[in-house]
């Protein structure tokens, strides 16, 4: 196959508006019409046959939470991103178009349900009460995670693409055999995230076969947000996710990701379903990165300012601000307190991270293996030698010696 044969990511001719939506619909005869959605970009509630008693259930406020924390997530990730420009964080990965998906998923999930994040899910983390200073150690590369998982059921960030929707089925089928063996344990449920992009890694279709054959207790919930860094969506799937749940056997639901209220009651029902023991199900919440992938791309080189702009219209927060306006549920004194509330979580982290010491660089070789391994204690020998010759004043750093001794350069 020449080069010239290759699926490209230009976007030669084509117009930048029906790229993201109609490309992806098109071929699978799933219309937007298709997607659920209660709350619109006007900020105007819809009802809908299914959905709508899981928000009729709510108190006003639990509605005003959910803005509260969209925009708090919001905040951290300004501040986040302003320490990885400092050098303060090694990288950052933004969040920031995706809080409506988040907080609306993390929100639905009891204390006993069980989460599998990818390495975005930071607006989950704070549903479910990570201390979002404790996030940024991994990203300072002074932990290999950072928190307790074991504490809020919030499993660490995973990196390596689509792993976790293995470890969330693997997780998901022991909650059903310890409550075989103990009927007193309350119904749990995991949730999968994952992204578009992952959605091409074979772990997820095996996760997915896993899940369906043996009923497990997992949702699987995917962020579209339309770029695997800088591919887009219509060069994973030639058809739209949602319709993946059939080829499984599971139910598919997509939503509008930007609508919080629209996930969360998804959400609800899908949590619902798994745990109640009828299977998995397969949630695509249709939204946007508006940032960059990590604080190392730049998306102005791979995607245009327009695509960009008709997203941002579609902002999560600002939907459901003019809906807790228009209702009365909310006025100007709430929205100033949630402004100072962000600004003093930032500081908090702010101070929190810059407080974070170095660890012994000596646990990176300890967490090798779970017992002493003799190639590790050579290589761990090895670079002490090497750090002892820059203490000895050597400036001149390795020599040629140092780069073959040990095989550990
Ligand atoms: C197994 C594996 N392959 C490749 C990568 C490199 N990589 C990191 S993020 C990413 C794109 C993922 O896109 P998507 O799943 O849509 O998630 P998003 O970053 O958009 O949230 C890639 C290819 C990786 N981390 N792991
Ligand atoms: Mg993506």
New binding site residues.
């Given amino acids: 196959m020449g080069a010239a044969q290759l699926p490209t990511t230009e976007f030669e001719g084509m117009e930048p508006d029906d790229r993201a939506e109609a490309a992806a619909e098109a071929t699978a005869g799933l219309p937007a019409g298709d997607m659920v959605q209660l709350l619109d970009e006007r900020g105007v509630l819809h009802r809908h046959a299914e959905y709508s008693a899981f928000i009729d259930a709510l108190q006003p406020d639990q509605l005003r939470r959910f803005y509260s924390d969209m925009a708090a997530v919001r905040r951290f990730d300004q501040e986040a991103t302003a320490l990885q420009r400092q050098g303060e964080l090694a990288l950052w990965?933004p969040l920031t178009g995706?809080e409506g998906a988040q907080i609306g998923v993390g929100t639905a999930t009891e204390p006993q349900d069980y989460l599998f994040p990818?390495?975005?899910e930071h607006g989950v983390a704070l549903t479910r009460g990570v201390d979002l200073a404790q996030l940024l150690r991994l990203f300072r590369g002074i932990s290999n995670g950072g928190w307790n998982p074991k504490d809020t059921n919030f499993h660490l960030y995973t990196?390596?693409?689509?792993?976790q929707t293995l470890h969330a089925v693997g997780y998901a089928m022991g909650i059903q055999r310890d409550r075989a063996a103990d009927p007193a344990l309350p119904p749990a449920a995991t949730v999968a995230f994952?992204?578009?992009?992952?959605?091409s890694?074979g772990d997820v279709h095996e996760a997915m076969v896993f899940a369906a054959s043996y009923q497990a207790p997992t949702v699987f919930f995917c962020?579209?947000?339309h770029?695997?860094?800088s591919?887009p969506?219509e060069v994973?799937s030639k058809i739209p996710l949602v319709n993946r749940a059939d080829g499984y056997g599971m139910p598919g639901i997509r939503v509008d990701g930007n609508d919080v209220l629209g996930v969360y009651a998804v959400s609800q029902w899908a949590l619902e379903h798994a745990r109640s023991g009828e299977g998995p199900v397969l949630i695509e919440a249709f939204t946007y990165?508006l940032g960059a992938?990590t604080t190392a791309d730049d998306p102005t080189k791979y995607r245009l300012a327009v695509e960009e702009d008709k997203w941002r219209a579609k902002d999560p927060l600002v939907r459901l601000e003019k809906f807790l306006r228009a209702q009365n549920l909310a006025d100007d004194d709430f929205f100033a307190q949630v402004r100072a509330d962000g600004d003093e979580l930032a500081a908090y982290v702010r101070k929190a991270t810059l407080a974070m010491t170095l660890p012994d660089i000596r646990s990176a070789f300890a967490n090798v293996y779970a017992q002493a391994h003799p190639l590790v204690t050579e290589e761990l020998e090895w670079f002490e030698r090497y750090e002892a010759r820059f203490a000895a004043g050597d400036s001149a750093g390795t020599t040629a010696s140092d780069r073959t001794e040990g095989g550990a350069a």
Avoid at 194 to 199: H, T
């Fill in positions: 990965v995706q990818t390495y975005r990196l390596v693409l689509a792993v994952f992204g578009d992009g992952a959605s890694e962020q579209n947000n770029w695997a860094i591919v969506f994973q990165r992938h």
